[in-house]
């Protein structure tokens, strides 16, 4: 089955403790991104991923991290977490050519106290 | 950057009835997209329709890209059609980048 898989789907952490939220796609997808989700205002990106090894900025990049060193991973990074980023997270995919057609994983909700 | 606004911002129905949903943006794009999330969260592609019309069971979708806008149908509305509607566009600007409106709320009441 054709899936973008998140994990974890919920974490609860202290601030300035370093956390990674995994993302992995089975569909051989060149692009990949990270959102986040805030009430009001709609989903961000966060970072994108054209292939292996590129990545660039998103809208709101500022306290995450991403690599992406295997097609089919594109983990996010946050080094010190801050309260204000207490959020839903998506990772999405893509074919490069067809990037409208996206994926979205199931979601993270992350508090950040 | 490119602006992306829906109306209306949120909408209570009764089950069996129609319901039109819009969707406006500020600039040339090379595709739109519409996304609905479920009470739980979850995100499902609804369409892609960079212009022209579309349709998919109950559901229907058209784009007028010189004029800037898109229209989401939902006819014979179901309380699971609840959940928050998303226009989503790629601007000719910078294709690498899927900008989301802040969505539209819908409550199907039984």
């Known amino acids: 089955e054709a899936q973008v898989t998140q994990n974890p789907r919920y974490l609860i952490t202290v601030t300035g403790k370093k956390l990674t939220v995994t993302c992995s796609q089975n569909m051989n997808h060149e692009y990949m991104s990270w959102y986040r989700q805030d009430p009001g205002l709609g989903l961000r990106q966060i970072y994108y991923s054209m292939n292996v090894e590129v990545t660039d900025k998103g809208d709101v990049p500022e306290g995450y991290k991403v690599s992406r060193k295997e097609k089919r991973n594109f983990p996010l990074i946050l080094e010190s977490p801050s309260p204000n980023q207490t959020s839903l997270y998506f990772c999405?995919?893509?074919?490069?050519?067809?990037?409208?057609?996206?994926?979205f994983g199931q979601g993270t909700r992350l508090t950040v106290v | 950057g490119i602006q992306v606004e829906q109306s209306p911002p949120d909408l209570i129905l009764q089950e069996g009835a129609n319901s039109t949903l819009r969707c406006n943006f500020s600039?040339?794009?090379?595709?739109l997209q519409w996304f609905h999330q479920n009470p739980w969260g979850q995100l499902i592609n609804l369409f892609y329709i960079p212009s022209g019309t579309k349709q998919n069971g109950r559901l229907s979708a058209t784009t007028v890209a010189t004029e800037r806008y898109s229209l989401l149908y939902i006819s014979s509305s179901q309380t699971t059609d609840s959940g928050v509607y998303f226009c989503a566009v790629g601007s000719l600007r910078n294709t690498d980048k899927l900008i989301f409106g802040t969505g539209t709320r819908l409550q199907v009441f039984p």
């Open positions: 600039d040339s794009v090379n595709n």
């Open positions: 999405a995919s893509s074919f490069s050519q067809d990037r409208a057609k996206a994926f």
